[in-house]
Nanobody
Framework: QVQLTESGGGLVQAGDSLRLSCAAPGRVFSSYAKGWFRQAPGKEREFVAAINWNGDSPLYADSVKGRFTIQRDNPKNMVYLQMSNLKPSDTAVYFC????????????????WGQGTQVTVSA
């Protein structure tokens, strides 16, 4: 079963930056849309950002717009989430996801998921 692998999480202070990475094995994934979701303790998983196979027209949740940037490197089968000006409310487990077709915000539209990486932002 194909699985995505996230990395780059950690403990940072408010205002810091962090870059998450997601490895998506297999050449076929270069044609898939990629998304980032997060789940805070006691809350449901929520959409963060998504990007088409060619990097056009990324989508962002309102809560991260202007602070987070999603990027992809298809030759390396990687997708990144650059996070800046982090807030304690960004604390969550961050998941990478992939789907064939275009970007979507609903998590049930994504068929491939990683195990997640913890991001903790202290005040």
């Amino acid at each position: 079963q194909v699985q995505l692998t996230e990395s780059g999480g950690g403990l940072v202070q408010a205002g810091d930056s962090l870059r998450l990475s997601c490895a998506a094995p297999g050449r076929v994934f270069s044609s898939y849309a990629k998304g980032w979701f997060r789940q805070a303790p006691g809350k449901e998983r929520e959409f963060v950002a998504a990007i088409n196979w060619n990097g056009d027209s990324p989508l962002y949740a309102d809560s991260v717009k202007g602070r987070f940037t999603i990027q992809r490197d298809n030759p390396k089968n990687m997708v990144y989430l650059q996070m800046s000006n982090l807030k304690p409310s960004d604390t969550a487990v961050y998941f990478c996801a992939a789907r064939s077709g275009g970007t979507r915000q609903a998590e049930d539209e994504y068929g491939y998921w990683g195990q997640g990486t913890q991001v903790t932002v202290s005040a």
